[in-house]
């Protein structure tokens, strides 16, 4: 029967790629554990972020080889010699991977973005000065800045935007990097996790992390975004029209125009034998708007905000 792992005999090597070690061991160990789970999940293109000497890629091209036919494997290295040392672990393996010397997923974010189905990374984490970031050679491996956060920072947008709608990522983070907080992050970002292996050693607390998209959680939106987007609908309407007034500057944006709110026209469509007072006006205006901060989905905050000037300019407005 055909091993399940990589044979770390057949693991080729060369002086500048960082060999097979613990956070190495446990990430296998991890998707082993979750060996049954994706099998069920059937992935058609699986990633390696930092493939290193090729030992992880190699292991789950195995452990999924027997069972899930034509899947893709993707793996990308910024340092030139682990692309040449995975390519020969790949080899001697009997699997093939597309192993690519790029910063992280650099030059594969657009033909990639959305058909990732598995994306494994074991990031640099250690802790060390700023400056040994990105280096060249074997230092790249492991050196991830303050808290050993700086490329694992810039790792997990790139792979939310990689991942397919039901992709998963599972990543080695150190204690020090503060699982938890990474794990709050992706969360605001829609993502469901969970520990699959933690392991700890003499030196180093390890976990495994898994992510998933999970319906139930919605991506938190900026509120300047969603206030934006509701403004960008309301001059489309006919009922608004720019002004360059005293007043405008209410509803004034940075470069000091706003927007002028006229119910008129619409209630003398609606009612065109009826003289409407001023109080039954501003009310029609306070349904509208009501019905457009509702469409809009807008924040309570942002609706507490808007109705007050939208009154106030409706005042200035009428008289």
């Not at 390890?206 to 998933?212: E, G, R």
């Not at 938190?220 to 206030?227: A, Q, S, Y």
């Not at 470069?255 to 003398?268: A, E, K, N």
């Amino acid at each position: 029967m055909p091993s399940k792992t990589a044979d770390i005999r057949l693991v080729s090597s060369h002086p500048e790629v960082y060999e097979p070690c613990d956070d190495s061991f446990a990430l296998v160990d991890a998707l082993l554990a979750d060996r049954a789970n994706l099998l069920q999940h059937h992935p058609a293109l699986c990633l390696e972020i930092g493939c290193g000497s090729g030992y992880v890629i190699t292991s789950l091209a195995l452990m999924l080889s027997n069972e899930a036919n034509g899947v893709q494997y993707f793996a990308t290295d910024i340092n030139p010699h682990a692309v040449e040392v995975t390519s020969e672990t790949l080899k001697s393996h009997g699997v093939h991977a597309e192993v690519i010397n790029t910063d992280i997923a650099s030059g594969l974010e657009m033909r990639l973005a959305g058909l990732v189905d598995v994306v494994v990374v074991n990031p640099p984490y250690v802790p060390t000065p700023e400056d040994e970031v990105g280096r060249g050679g074997i230092v790249a491996a492991w050196a991830g800045g303050e808290n050993g956060r700086s490329v694992i920072d810039k790792i997990l947008p790139v792979a939310d935007s990689l991942l397919s709608e039901k992709g998963w990522l599972y990543m080695v983070t150190l204690m020090s990097n503060n699982p938890s907080q990474l794990c709050a992050l992706m969360r605001r970002k829609g993502y469901a996790s969970k520990i699959i292996v933690q392991r700890s050693t003499e030196e180093e607390s390890l976990h495994v992390i898994k992510f998933w998209r999970d319906s139930d959680l919605q991506p938190e939106v900026k509120k300047d975004t969603v206030t934006a987007s509701v403004f960008s609908r309301l001059p489309r309407l006919p009922f608004w029209s720019n002004g360059n007034s005293d007043n405008s500057q209410i509803m004034g944006h940075s470069q000091g125009h706003g927007f002028l709110f006229d119910c008129s026209p619409v209630i003398r469509v609606l009612y065109p034998d009826k003289e409407c007072s001023e109080l039954e006006i501003t009310l029609f205006a306070v349904v509208i708007v009501g019905g457009i901060l509702c469409l809009g989905k807008i924040h309570t905050e942002t609706t507490i905000v808007l109705f007050p000037a939208l009154l106030l300019r409706l005042t200035f407005r009428r008289r």
